[in-house]
T-cell receptor
Framework: GENVEQHPSTLSVQEGDSAVIKCTYS??????FPWYKQELGKRPQLIID?????GEKKDQRIAVTLNKTAKHFSLHITETQPEDSAVYFC????????????FGPGTRLSVLP | EPEVTQTPSHQVTQMGQEVILRCVPI?????FYWYRQILGQKVEFLVS????????KSEIFDDQFSVERPDGSNFTLKIRSTKLEDSAMYFC???????????????FGDGTRLSIL
């Protein structure tokens, strides 16, 4: 089955700097890759997603890149703010209807003021 | 914006007791999921549900677990005889089908924190 690895497990950056979180996946049939942000004690919230027919997607300060050949995808946050501090989870899915997401272990991002 | 709602927010139960966790998915969504998250760990898939039957289930979802859509709005997870290791946050999620894309984001509820004593 699918296995998703995520690095780093913790990341501290200064406010205004960029943060990059990387994930690798094992199942070449995976074709949908969402990123979720989870604040302490709250629900995972979708922040951005990418499908395998696209190499990059951007939404304001957040971008995701996908390298299908290498089976890895990355989250980029620019101009980080303290409210970006949270745990970020990547996930992979084959994208069939009702297909489950396989999540990575998470990255705890701390943005220092 | 419509949300997935879950009740209760926190459930404390004695080991061996049955618990039912409740979810109301977003109204036009047709795919429903349960995930669990043990404290400090990643989110793990339990089961997906569509058209009144299980679509897929993980190894975690053994015979002590069951799901049901008892009416047009609720989606429940039942754990028959709880164990200490069932203590976790349980998230319900739902997604909507699309004719354009088979893969759609899943929207999560706030979760039910289950504590087994």
């Amino acid at each position: 089955g699918e296995n998703v690895e995520q690095h780093p497990s913790t990341l501290s950056v200064q406010e205004g700097d960029s943060a990059v979180i990387k994930c690798t996946y094992s199942d070449s049939a995976s074709n949908y890759f969402p990123w979720y942000k989870q604040e302490l004690g709250k629900r995972p919230q979708l922040i951005i997603d990418i499908r395998s027919n696209v190499g990059e997607k951007k939404d304001q300060r957040i971008a995701v890149t996908l390298n299908k050949t290498a089976k890895h995808f990355s989250l980029h946050i620019t101009e980080t703010q303290p409210e970006d501090s949270a745990v970020y989870f990547c996930a992979a899915s084959r994208g069939f209807y009702g297909q489950n997401f396989v999540f990575g272990p998470g990255t705890r991002l701390s943005v220092l003021p | 914006e419509p949300e997935v709602t879950q009740t209760p927010s926190h459930q404390v139960t004695q080991m061996g007791q049955e618990v039912i966790l409740r979810c109301v998915p977003i109204s036009n969504h047709l795919y429903f999921y349960w995930y669990r998250q043990i404290l400090g760990q990643k989110v793990e898939f339990l089961v997906s549900f569509y058209n009144n039957e299980i679509s897929e289930k993980s190894e975690i979802f053994d015979d002590q677990f069951s799901v049901e859509r008892p009416d047009g709005s609720n989606f429940t997870l039942k754990i028959r005889s709880t164990k200490l290791e069932d203590s976790a946050m349980y998230f319900c999620a739902s997604s909507v089908p699309s004719l354009r894309e088979s893969n759609q984001p899943q929207h999560f509820g706030d979760g039910t924190r289950l504590s087994i004593l």
